[in-house]
Structure formats: C-alpha cells, structure tokens
C-alpha cells in the first residue's frame, strides 16, 4: 500500500486534465480556506476553471462555502472562501492488536469524530472471531461519527503484503496468510451498518504510526519511528515519504539483532530486540510475567511509584533499544528518531538509557540528545494514521467521488 500525496504542483497535463485538475483545486483548499482567486494563483488555472472545478467538489460534498474570505488588501469586496467540508466523507480507521482492537472516524480536515478501544487479548484467536468484534466497534465508530466513510484502513501488528492485504505473518497474533479485506468484509456485512462495500486497505502499525507523526505531528522530512505494542516496529520516513523495502516489508526493527548469542526470538533468529525490548522480555525483566491487562499502564505505574524492579527492566530495555537505534542512525542518518505507541508513555524511563547508547555509538557524524524526541500522538499514531490515510487519498484523487 502506498502512501498518498495529495501535494500538487501545477496544473495538470491534457490527460486526465479535469481529474488532476479536481486533485489540485482540492488539495490547495486542503491546506486553508481559500476563496476562488486564491486558489487560481495558488494553482496557475483560470478562475473560470477553478469556479467549475469548485462547483464540482461542493456538489460532491467535498468542500463547502464558509463566508467571506481574509481580507487580501486588494480593491473589491473579498471573495467567499471555500474549505473542506467537515460533514463530506469520512475517513474509517481499524486497529488489531495483541491485547486491543480500535476504531476511529476523521472527517476530512482530519479531525476525530468518534473513537472506540476496547482491551481484548488476541494472540490466538481465530482471525474470524477477532473479525466480528472489530465490526462492531467499527459500526459503533460510524454511527457515532455520523459521516459516510469513503473507505477503511486497518493496522495490524505484523507483515503485510501482497494485493488483498495478506497478513503474512503477525508472530504476536499467532497469525499467517490471513486475508485480511477477505476476512473482515462478511463480518461487516453481519453487523450491519453500510460499510460492508468500502473499500478496505491493510498495513503494518507501525507504518501507519510513522505516516501519522509525519502528518499530524509535525514530523521533519527524515526519521525514524520506533513504536511498541506487544512486539516492536518501526517506520523509516525518507524525504517525507515512507521507506518500504524491496518486498514492502522494511522497518522490522524488532528482529535487528543487538546481542547475537541472547535468547531464541519468536521469528526463529537470536539476540533480536523484541527479547530486550518487547512486551514480555520488560514484564519478565521487572518480575510481571503473567500480568494481565495494559502493560504500558502497569510499567509506567510501577516505574512511577519508583519501584527498582521495573525501573531496572525499562533501562535495560532503554539501552537494548539505543544500541538497535544507533545502528539505524549511523546507517540512515535521519534527523530524528521518534519514539512512539507504548514507548511514548514509558519514554520518561526509556530516554536515558537510550541517550547513553547513543552518545556512545554514534561517533562519526554529529549527534546531539534532543533528536531523540517522543510523539506526541503517542499509542493513537496508528489508528490515526490509519483513519487519515483514507482521508488524504480522497484529497489526493476525489475524482471518483465528484465524478459527474
């Protein structure tokens, strides 16, 4: 699945020319209210075409007339200024996880219009079960949100590949070769509510939580995101676009090896990451095996209240983690490297080890301390990202929603 851009940077060739056009004249009125005239100099079309293009995209329901326009200092009267229309088509996001599911309707500016969580351990279940009760929470989510989504994106905690959105494989879930549109559309259909017909897109968590720091959290052109759940992921953002790999399956940032000869990994390989850094290495580090419910909430709690056991395990699992970034930014050299999902809570404990690891290793190119920094969308990154993914491929290319 690639990342949509709605950027456009001049008016259209002959082909396709009214479609690029609709592209363009909305993604301008995706950065602000414009009026008519703001949008011609911002695009080079003529204001008759853009007046055209405009009437299309309201009769669509995309955008919406909101009142005179800023006053630009010209002679006249201000133009009417046209914005996005916050009650057009919504984007639907959908979150599996190990102990989770989510939900999450945005409306075209972006902005949350209903958010569902609900705490449900999936490791093993049947994907069909996980399906349905994911349905309801999405029916849930709409009927809240009271849009139309115009498609569904789900993050899922493993690789994605393949057309379809094939789960390869998700070790956390017990998970292979799942379908996963496949799998979730007849429990769509079986809970009702019209959504049965989106269409549906899949992609790694973490991806999904990369795209959304560089979209709703002011993320710099290149960086790394280093998220966790269960398991451990990241996202490798590269001139503002997201880093896939040859096989679409780059950011494994669980199975970097940061001591080879250390414990047997869940994907076969020793010494990986997720045994230092992961959901059950930090439960066991801090004497939680067994525990039940939130990890984060529980380590962020016990590293508060200031017990040793689980301030030990998180700067064990701080320094695992800045050897594994400092391979990254030795390799990569990105700007910054993003902490996010569950590490964003339990950073106040994370953040010196990993500092230490990193002065110490990266030593032949500048490196200073305040580029390890946290998201602030924290655990939401993924479903957000998920949700508004949708959103800009409708800002990106509305003419299949303003045909006519």
């Known amino acids: 699945m690639r990342e949509p851009d709605p950027v456009r940077t001049g008016p259209a060739s002959q082909q396709g020319m009214r479609r690029a056009n609709l592209a363009l004249v909305l993604g301008t009125i995706a950065g602000g209210p414009r009026s008519r005239a703001e949008v011609a100099a911002g695009t080079g079309l003529t204001r008759a075409a853009v007046s055209s293009l405009a009437e299309q995209l309201i009769a669509a329901g995309l955008v919406v007339e909101e009142g005179p326009a800023a006053p630009s200092g010209k002679v006249g ?20 996880g190990v102990r989770h599911l989510g939900a999450c309707v945005v409306d075209l500016r972006g902005e949350v219009r209903a958010w569902r969580r609900r705490e449900v351990s999936n490791h093993g279940r049947e994907p069909a079960a996980v399906m349905a ?22 993050a899922v905690p493993g690789l994605v590949g393949g057309s379809g959105g094939v789960l390869q494989r998700a070790a956390n879930l017990d998970w292979q070769d799942v379908p996963l549109a496949a799998a979730l559309r007849p429990a769509l259909r079986a809970a009702g509510g019209g959504v049965a017909g989106l269409p549906i897109e899949a992609d790694n968590e973490a991806n999904l939580g990369g795209l959304a720091e560089r979209w709703l959290g002011a993320g710099p052109d290149d960086f790394l995101y280093v998220s966790a759940e269960a398991g451990v992921g990241a996202a490798i953002v590269v001139g503002g676009r997201l880093l896939r790999g040859a096989g679409g399956f780059a950011g494994e940032f669980g199975h970097v090896p940061v001591h080879p000869d250390g414990p ?20 066991r580090a801090a004497g939680l095996t067994g525990a039940r ?23 064990g699992a701080g320094a695992a983690l800045g050897t594994a970034a400092a391979g990254a930014v030795n390799l990569l ?5 993003v902490l996010g999902g569950g590490y964003a809570r339990l950073a106040p404990w994370l953040l010196p080890a990993m500092r230490a690891e990193l002065a110490a290793r990266v030593t032949v190119r500048p490196w200073s301390e305040d580029r390890l920094t946290v998201s602030r969308l924290g655990r939401r990154g993924p479903l957000l990202g998920a949700a508004v993914r949708v959103v800009r491929a409708i800002v990106a290319d509305p003419g299949p929603l303003a045909a006519g």
């Open 77 to 96: 009267r201000p133009g009417t200024a046209l914005g996005l229309n916050p009650d057009g088509p919504g984007g639907l996001g959908a979150e599996i």
């Open 133 to 154: 009760d994911l349905a309801h929470l999405l029916h849930e989510a709409v009927t809240e949100s009271g849009l139309r989504p115009a498609g569904l994106t789900l």
């Open 264 to 283: 047997r990994c869940a994907c076969g390989a020793n010494g990986c990451l997720e045994q230092y850094a992961g959901e059950a290495a930090v439960l």
């Open 293 to 315: 419910g939130d990890w984060v909430a529980l380590l962020a709690d016990r590293a508060g209240a200031g017990e040793r056991a689980a301030l030990a395990a998180l700067a």
């Open 333 to 337: 050299d990105p700007a910054e490297v």
